[in-house]
């Protein structure tokens, strides 16, 4: 199975219960000889023979835009650990990776797909935007502070958010489509909306976008 694989990565996440302790983890990854883990627990990697990569909660990417902010993150939580920890610098080469990728989409007018959940990103960040936004339903809408285009629901907001950025590496011409989408019929008691009624609501309102043949206000002409 692993025959010609060059490299092995593991997400070490903290979302869950029963959970072995950092040490035990670890052992577990010298014992499989992981080159390359990601997690924001650096303390214990110190000094073994596992590679690190460090990823940014997807909260702090918008205050890390601004480079003394970036500079003051990579002090108090990188610089402290390195270099007794061996965290390897893999986000310039992934940037590499991604514009190679766009690059063979353009060369075969592919398509670049996305997941889009309207509900998670309204859960996460629930002052920022309104659940009718996440359901479609009638609201004020939400405007994007780089295009000053108003988005009035969220799908749209995340699809016209992925056309710019990948027109800004350069590809103005990848048609960007949702793979999969949909809203929660029940969840933990911190997701409120995630219901039964929503659900069904949602896929109605997309529906009629869908049949619609709707655009994003970024590409309106293009479903």
């Not at 479609?136 to 295009?147: I, K, Q």
Request: net charge neutral.
């Amino acid at each position: 199975f692993l025959h010609g694989v060059t490299s092995l990565g593991i997400t070490y996440g903290e979302v869950g219960n029963n959970l072995p302790p950092p040490e035990k983890v670890l052992g577990l990854l010298d014992s499989l000889k992981i080159q390359s883990s990601n997690s924001n627990r650096i303390c214990f990697i110190a000094n073994s023979n596992v590679q690190l990569i460090v990823t940014v909660e997807n909260q702090m990417l918008a205050i890390l835009m601004d480079p003394q902010q970036a500079y003051q993150w990579v002090n108090t939580h990188i610089t402290p650990y390195f270099p007794s920890t061996n965290i390897n610098g893999e986000h310039p080469h992934q940037a590499v990776m991604i514009s190679q990728y766009l690059h063979f989409l353009s060369s075969t007018k592919a398509p670049f797909w996305i997941d889009a959940y309207p509900y998670f990103a309204y859960k996460d960040d629930p002052s920022g935007s309104s659940l009718d936004c996440a359901l479609f339903n009638p609201n004020a809408g939400m405007v994007d502070p780089y295009t000053k285009l108003r988005y009035e629901n969220m799908l749209y907001a995340q699809v016209g958010g992925a056309i710019f950025d990948i027109a800004r590496m350069g590809y103005c011409n990848i048609e960007v489509k949702v793979s999969k989408t949909g809203c929660p019929s029940k969840g933990d008691p911190n997701e409120v909306g995630a219901t039964l009624e929503n659900a069904a609501m949602y896929n109605r309102n997309f529906l009629r976008r869908k049949l619609g043949s709707e655009g994003t206000p970024l590409r309106p002409s293009v479903r």
